[in-house]
């Protein structure tokens, strides 16, 4: 079994088709994982609102939140069609950062869903060393993708802290 995703859009908004989704997860798996499936839901603000609240106790909507999937003890991954993990996206936020900090909304939504799946990997960006890591393990990623710095404030040539 290749990398799979389980895709849908649930909001009224246009999102990017299953296959661009595919190929951005596939990318960001790329040297990771062999075999995963990832569910990937697209959702309105509302959506997002509640489950930001109920599993990170911060109440608005976010960009993307990572759900990693965690097999109970001495069952192996197969048991569970290597499921990897939730990615839960946000359209009309997605849409806004994109338009706000003047990015491409094709890229944005490249760098969230590439960005999500790392965070499936277990990596993250809480302490600086750990964001560095995972900032250019994005850039690199989203080169091989066509995609340019989203770290790179394109207002005035910049990289934003």
Request: glycine share 4%; aromatic share 6%; hydrophobic share 35%.
């Amino acid at each position: 079994m290749p990398i799979e995703i389980d895709f849908e859009n649930a909001s009224n908004f246009d999102a990017p088709n299953e296959q661009d989704c595919l190929t951005w997860v596939q990318s960001a798996l790329a040297g990771h994982k062999d075999q995963a499936t990832v569910s990937i839901r697209i959702v309105d603000s509302t959506e997002s609102q509640q489950l930001n609240r109920d599993y990170r106790g911060k109440d608005k909507p976010t960009n993307v939140l990572s759900f990693p999937f965690d097999a109970p003890p001495g069952v192996p991954e197969e048991a569970f069609d290597y499921m990897l993990g939730d990615l839960v996206v946000c359209a009309p936020i997605v849409i806004e950062e994109a338009q706000t900090q003047n990015k491409e909304i094709r890229h944005h939504w490249c760098h969230l869903l590439v960005h999500g799946t790392l965070h499936l990997l277990g990596f993250d960006h809480i302490k600086d060393e750990e964001a560095e890591t995972m900032e250019q393990m994005e850039r690199d990623i989203l080169a091989t993708l066509g995609v340019p710095d989203p770290y790179l404030d394109t207002s005035r040539g910049l990289t934003k802290s």
